[in-house]
C-alpha cells in the first residue's frame, strides 16, 4: 500500500508528519508490567503488556500528530504558532475549530457541548478502491478527547485535508495537550464488501480447534510464536 501525504509548500518545514503508530506508543504501555498477581490465580499472570493482538492494533496505520501546543483552560482553548502564511487559497492556518453542539444532536456521546475539530494540514491520496479508516488513537483513554469514527474514500477524496471531529471527554483537564500528541489512528481498508460464508466444521477443523486450544492453554506465547505475522512488525 502506497500513501501519499502533501501539504502547503509554505507549511513543509513546518509541519509534524503523520508517523507509524509504532513510533508514538504512550509511555504507560512502556511501563507496565508483564506480569502482575492475580488473587484468583494464586500466581502472577501476563498483562495486556504481553498480549499481541492488543499491542498491534495500537501499533497499526498512522497518526495523525497535533501541530502545536495547546492551552487548555476552562473550557477554553488557546494556541500562539507563528507559522507562515499558506500560499493555498482556503488553507486553514488554526489547529482546531469546531462543530457546534446541535450537529452532534441525538447522539449518544454528545455532551451538550460543542465538539472540537482537528484541522488536518496534508492531504492523503491512497491506491484505487481503498479508503481511509480514521479512529481514535487505539487503547487511548488517557487522553482527554475522544476522536469521532469515520471512514473516507481518499483514493478519490485527495486534494484537500480530512478533518478529524472529537468530543472533549475530560472537562476538569486543565493544561496544555502538547505538539506530537497523536489525533488520529488511520489505515486503509477496502471499499469492496466481503463475502460471507458460514460453515459447520468438518472433521479436519474439530481436530485443528481442539489441538490449537490445547496448545494455546498450555503454554504462553503460542499466537505470537506460530501464527502472528511478523513480517509487518
Known sequence: MRIVFRCDPALAETLPQPVPARAVLPDWLRKMPSKAYSEIHGRDIRTVKQCPPFVDAMTHGFMILLPCDVTV???????????????TKGHPRSP???HVAEQLAGAPFANGLAAIKFNSFWTIELEEGWSLF????VNRDDLPFRLVTGVVDSDHFQDAGINFPAIWTDQDFRGVLPKGTPVAQCFPVPRAAPELIFESFDAAREIAYAE?????LARPGVYRKQFRDKRSR
Do not use: Q, R, Y
Open 212 to 216: 490449537t486450544v490445547a496448545d494455546v
Open 134 to 137: 480514521a479512529t481514535h488513537p
Open 96 to 98: 482546531l475549530s469546531f
Open 73 to 87: 483552560e476552562n473550557g477554553a482553548f488557546e494556541w500562539h504558532w507563528d507559522i507562515p502564511e499558506p500560499s
